[in-house]
């Protein structure tokens, strides 16, 4: 089963890129396995940039900061957790998904993934990755970096 991926924003498809994407879905965090994902559901997710700065912003209403998980694995920033069942509730109607959800997205070369920051507001994840100089990109960087969530 594949792992939901979103195309990279940051360069048009090549072969390349979409190699990348396939090799992203192979690759799973230590939490991840197919059993897991059988209900689940995919947070929206915007991408914005400034000159400075990457900053990406999913939406994950009603979980806490240590029911999300960032982690920067290689070239790709995962975004996961799981949003439970109610609290015992007799459930009349339910629309709201739950379950598992992991997003990954592929970075830019220019990302500097070193000091990637990650905070929860108001139901909104943010995670901001600082740009890298002109020309300059991270050579040596941690094949998995855990992110601490803020909030």
């Not at 924003?9 to 965090?29: G, Y």
């Not at 949003?83 to 709201?96: A, S």
């Not at 740009?131 to 941690?142: F, V």
Request: net charge positive; with cysteine; glycine share 8%.
């Amino acid at each position: 089963m594949s792992i939901f991926a979103v195309e990279n924003p940051f360069r048009k498809p090549d072969a390349s890129a979409r190699e990348k994407m396939e090799r992203a879905d192979q690759v799973r965090s230590d939490e991840t396995n197919d059993r897991d994902f059988r209900n689940r559901w995919t947070p929206p997710v915007d991408i914005l940039e400034n000159n400075s700065t990457y900053l990406f912003k999913a939406d994950v209403p009603g979980l806490k900061a240590s029911e999300v998980h960032v982690v920067c694995l290689g070239e790709m920033l995962v975004i996961s957790g799981e949003r439970g069942p109610g609290c015992g509730q007799k459930f009349l109607r339910q629309e709201r998904p739950q379950g598992r959800f992991c997003r990954r997205i592929p970075l830019p070369a220019n990302a500097g993934r070193e000091q990637i920051k990650a905070r929860l507001l108001e139901g909104v994840l943010q995670v901001s990755v600082r740009k890298l100089p002109t020309g300059q990109a991270e050579k040596d960087h941690a094949e998995r970096l855990e992110i601490t969530l803020n909030g």
